[in-house]
């Protein structure tokens, strides 16, 4: 089994910022691309970001410029800098991760608990 662990939502003033992690744990034998989610109130759940083990990168249009992922190989772990946070911005954020099992090889996608991050004055 894989279990991936989420960290770092809170509440923030508009323009504030804070940076997601989401760590993967348990029976790995490869990791490949990684996303992050997020889901407000009423809507959909959209990709905000992506990177792949190559390190490229893609963002939702709405926060290009604003938000970065990243990853560090060596712990398993995708993060999300979110900069200059807008009201917008509030939602349940998720981390997804593709997973190559170590015990059968088969590759799989996995869900983080989620996080809540909202931004309000």
């Known amino acids: 089994q894989v279990q991936l662990v989420e960290s770092g939502g809170g509440l923030v003033q508009p323009g504030g910022s804070l940076r997601l992690s989401c760590a993967a744990s348990?029976?790995?034998?490869?990791?490949?691309?990684m996303r992050w989610y997020r889901q407000a109130p009423g809507k959909q759940r959209e990709l905000v970001a992506s990177?792949?083990?190559?390190?490229?990168?893609n963002y939702v249009d709405s926060v290009k410029g604003r938000f970065t992922i990243s990853r560090d190989n060596a712990k398993n772990t995708v993060y999300l800098q979110m900069n200059s946070l807008k009201p917008a911005d509030t939602a349940a954020y998720y981390c997804?991760?593709?997973?190559?099992?170590?015990?059968?090889?088969?590759?799989?996608?996995?869900w983080g608990q989620g996080t809540q991050v909202t931004v309000s004055s």
């Open positions: 990177i792949t083990t190559g390190g490229s990168t």
């Open positions: 997804n991760v593709g997973v190559q099992e170590r015990a059968t090889l088969a590759m799989r996608g996995y």
């Open positions: 348990g029976r790995i034998f490869r990791i490949s691309a």
